[in-house]
């Protein structure tokens, strides 16, 4: 089932913050975002594997709550190359019923990012 | 070349017709994925290839379509009688082992434009 995502569309100036949920009314494996920018492709940026856990680089973040469903994908200080198109990706089953790391996606969050 | 690269780019066809869409996937990756993405929507994923073998075809939206894979590398996607509800652009990634904690790296895609 595919996960869904919040907001659908977010404008941001440069140096402000966003937040991007990742919802599933069934539970959650693991969790990958990518973000794609338009006429490209999707670029990873992180895989989250077990609830509770939490990561980050530069400052773009991301945390899971297992029990919760959901993911959440954290932009601090936007900057005009933060824009595109984020999708959250999640397996469908547990483990043993997913075979080689198939991914359903979320209908992605558009972020545009101004001066 | 360093990346997954997929041809043609674009492919604009009649209805009817068959179309061949052809995926190289990142040298020594073993795991392989065909998706789809309709304008604005997210990724829906098609069928995924462990080496020559496809474990999960469980999105092919109907019998028109069908992938193989060759000497474990590259992979064709092909619509037959196409529709002009197959218009999207389908995309190809692979991953190095298809293990859940990989993450996949996206060809450019292929823009398919059914008339």
């Known amino acids: 089932q595919q996960p869904v995502q919040s907001p659908q569309a977010v404008i941001l100036r440069e140096g402000e913050d966003a937040v991007i949920n990742c919802s599933s009314s069934k539970a959650l494996y693991s969790v990958h975002w990518y973000r794609q920018k338009h006429g490209e492709a999707p670029v990873f940026l992180m895989i989250?594997?077990?609830?509770?856990e939490q990561k980050g680089h530069d400052k773009i973040s991301a945390s899971f709550n297992e029990k919760k469903q959901q993911s959440s994908l954290y932009l601090t200080a936007s900057q005009l190359s933060y824009s595109g198109t984020y999708f959250c990706?999640?397996?469908?089953?547990?483990?043993?019923?997913?075979?080689?790391?198939?991914?359903?996606f979320g209908q992605g969050t558009e972020l545009s990012v101004k001066p | 070349g360093a990346g997954v690269s997929q041809s043609p780019s674009n492919k604009v066809t009649e209805k009817g017709k068959d179309v061949e869409l052809r995926c190289d996937p990142i040298s020594g990756h073993t795991a392989l994925y065909w998706y789809r993405q309709s304008l604005g929507q997210g990724l829906e994923f098609l069928i995924y290839?462990?080496?020559?073998?496809?474990?999960?075809k469980s999105g092919l939206p109907s019998d028109r379509f069908s992938a193989e894979r060759t000497g474990g590398s590259v992979s064709t996607l092909t619509i037959q009688r196409t529709q002009q509800e197959d218009s999207a652009v389908y995309l190809c990634?692979?991953?190095?082992?298809?293990?859940?904690?990989?993450?996949?790296?996206f060809g450019p895609g292929t823009r398919l434009t059914v008339l």
């Open positions: 290839f462990q080496g020559n073998s496809a474990p999960d």
């Open positions: 990706g999640t397996e469908p089953g547990p483990l043993i019923y997913n075979q080689g790391g198939k991914l359903i």
């Open positions: 989250l594997l077990k609830g509770g």
């Open positions: 990634a692979s991953s190095f082992s298809g293990s859940r904690a990989n993450e996949q790296f």
